[in-house]
């Protein structure tokens, strides 16, 4: 079964630093790989999504890398505001015929003005 | 476009009561799916439903729950006899046929049992 794991479970640091979050996961064989927002007491906004051939992804001063055969993605926050602070999931979709999600238990970051 | 929308979004109950709570998915997407997110938690695969099929239910946790969406739209999942262990957040999932891949999700159901 895939497990994903993310490290550090909760980082604070000042505005305007750049910081990495880090997900990784146990079978590489993936189709994709999401990663998502999720503000306290509510759902999860898709922040960018990884296809499996590709290396990275980029939204504005996110970016997203993956390399499949290590089994490792990160997310990188340049510049980072208040307004960033939130929990941070990644999730995989693998390639074993299950069309689900499987997540880890997320970054809580917390960005301090 | 409108995003994928749950109701309730709270939801408090009794042990040992039945409890529905509604997915309406993207307009247009074939593929529905239910997560359960406990505190401090990733969320967890219950159900998936292509079309108006359950196509892989090997997430639900016991027979208390079952969920249908008899029209390939709107999704209902149901828990019988509640347990306080039952209680987190139920998240739904949209995603379409050319994009299966990428899902989309709804602010989710906040259920209590008290």
């Known amino acids: 079964k895939q497990e994903v794991t993310q490290i550090p479970a909760a980082l604070s640091v000042p505005e305007g630093e750049n910081l990495v979050l880090n997900c990784s996961f146990t079978d590489s064989a993936i189709y994709n790989l999401q990663w998502f927002r999720q503000d306290p007491g509510k759902g999860l906004t898709s922040l960018l999504l990884i296809q499996s051939s590709q290396r990275e992804q980029t939204s504005g001063r996110l970016n997203a890398s993956l390399d499949k055969s290590s089994g490792r993605s990160t997310l990188y926050i340049a510049a980072s505001q208040p307004g960033d602070s939130a929990t941070y999931l990644c999730?995989?979709?693998?390639?074993?015929?299950?069309?689900?999600?499987?997540f880890g238990t997320g970054t809580r970051l917390t960005v301090i003005p | 476009g409108a995003g994928v929308s749950q109701t309730p979004s709270n939801k408090v109950t009794e042990k040992g009561k039945y409890v529905e709570l509604r997915c309406d998915p993207i307009?247009?997407?074939?593929?529905l799916y239910w997560y359960r997110q406990s505190l401090g938690q990733g969320p967890e695969f219950l159900i998936y439903f292509q079309g108006t099929g359950a196509a892989d239910d090997s997430g639900l946790p016991n027979d208390r729950f079952f969920a249908v969406r008899p029209e390939g739209s709107v999704s209902t999942l149901k828990i019988q006899r509640t347990e306080r262990g039952d209680s987190a957040v139920y998240l739904c999932?949209?995603?379409?046929?050319?994009?299966?891949?990428?899902?989309?999700f709804g602010p989710g159901t906040r259920l209590t049992v008290l």
């Open positions: 999932a949209s995603s379409a046929e050319d994009r299966w891949g990428e899902q989309f």
């Open positions: 307009s247009g997407h074939t593929a």
């Open positions: 999730a995989v979709l693998t390639q074993t015929g299950a069309n689900n999600l499987f």
